[in-house]
């Protein structure tokens, strides 16, 4: 079973880079089988889809945060991490890792990122 684990810090000051990594065991980044999301929810609000990493490491973002945010992996770890750069307050929430295609299969416990100075 795969399971995902998020770490990083859990505050970051405004106008800075919010940097998470998540490490997978259980499966490996590079299976065809697997693809590996980031996935946020801010206090009070939904689920918001932030980017994905395939098995190839070819990326795709959120439309409304590509321009800030970059995935990447590292396949001798196990590993892929999010990189959100010139954050606001409005992008504290609890971001996820998750593994799916459309339809989440797993998922990280999540972790607490507060955006304040």
């Known amino acids: 079973q795969v399971q995902l684990q998020e770490s990083g810090p859990g505050l970051v000051k405004p106008s800075q880079t919010l940097s998470l990594t998540c490490t997978v065991s259980?499966?490996?980044?590079?299976?065809?089988?697997?693809?590996w999301n980031w996935i946020r929810q801010a206090p009070g609000k939904g689920l918001e889809w932030v980017g994905v990493?395939?098995?190839?490491?070819?990326?795709y973002y959120s439309p409304s945060l590509k321009s800030r945010t970059s995935i990447s992996r590292d396949t001798g770890k196990n590993q892929f991490s999010l990189q959100l750069n010139s954050v606001t307050p409005e992008d504290t929430a609890v971001y996820y890792c998750?593994?799916?295609?459309?339809?989440?299969?797993?998922w990280g416990q999540g972790t607490r990122v507060t955006v304040s100075s």
């Open positions: 998750a593994q799916g295609l459309g339809v989440v299969d797993y």
């Open positions: 259980g499966g490996s980044i590079t299976s065809s089988m697997y693809r």
């Open positions: 990493i395939a098995y190839d490491g070819t990326t």
